[in-house]
T-cell receptor, first 112, second 115 residues
Framework: AQSVAQPEDQVNVAEGNPLTVKCTYS??????LFWYVQYPNRGLQFLLK??????LVKGSYGFEAEFNKSQTSFHLKKPSALVSDSALYFC??????????FGQGTELSVKP | ETGVTQTPRHLVMGMTNKKSLKCEQH?????MYWYKQSAKKPLELMFV???????ENNSVPSRFSPECPNSSHLFLHLHTLQPEDSALYLC??????????????FGPGTRLTVL
């Protein structure tokens, strides 16, 4: 069965430093992988997705994610964090029926 | 977020009340979804509709009753809820179900509190 794991409940980063939010997955077949962000009292906003092609995927707000098939990972990255990036981040994998299976979320805190 | 709207944004109801949540998508999509987001738990898929037909009911209690009159509107009718049903209810839509371009877009959610 498809599954997604986000091993860190919280990530703390200083503003201006690079950030990484980790995600690993388990799927049968080719993975369709997604990252979403949720700001307080808001719904989920789509950041980026990997379907096929280049392993480095660029998304909204300067975020990117690297697909690594051998490590079954899809880590979210940003070269320089902003305080406004503080939010809850969800990794998800789509199963063959089209359902999204979400990780438990990682809370990113960026301090000035 | 204006592509998918949800009303009301906040709802407080007693266990004997009947209320409805509304979702509307302005993206021309054909599939719509209801999710439940509780604290400290992953998002739970509740229902999926594709071209107005229900394609998924993820073992949701009958006190939650969805309705999809057309591809743009989705309702969740609530009755005799329990306090543990308090959560953020999220609606989402996508062009289809499983194609390469079928990204789900979410509304802002309805924060439901059951007293």
């Amino acid at each position: 069965a498809q599954s997604v794991a986000q091993p860190e409940d919280q990530v703390n980063v200083a503003e201006g430093n690079p950030l990484t939010v980790k995600c690993t997955y388990s799927v049968s077949g080719n993975p369709y992988l997604f990252w979403y962000v949720q700001y307080p009292n808001r719904g989920l906003q789509f950041l980026l997705k990997y379907i096929t092609g280049d392993n480095l995927v660029k998304g909204s707000y300067g975020f990117e994610a690297e697909f690594n098939k051998s490590q079954t990972s899809f880590h979210l990255k940003k070269p320089s964090a902003l305080v406004s990036d503080s939010a809850l981040y969800f990794c998800a994998v789509r199963d063959k029926g089209g359902k999204l299976i979400f990780g438990q979320g990682t809370e990113l805190s960026v301090k000035p | 977020e204006t592509g998918v709207t949800q009303t009301p944004r906040h709802l407080v109801m007693g266990m004997t009340n009947k209320k409805s949540l509304k979702c509307e998508q302005h993206l021309g999509h054909n599939a719509m979804y209801w999710y439940k987001q509780s604290a400290k738990k992953p998002l739970e898929l509740m229902f999926v509709y594709n071209f107005k037909e229900q394609t998924e009911n993820n073992s949701v209690p009958s006190r939650f009753s969805p309705e999809c009159p057309n591809s743009s509107h989705l309702f969740l009718h609530l009755h005799t809820l329990q306090p543990e049903d308090s959560a953020l209810y999220l609606c989402a839509s996508s062009q289809g179900l499983a194609g390469d371009t079928d990204t789900q877009y979410f509304g802002p959610g309805t924060r439901l509190t059951v007293l």
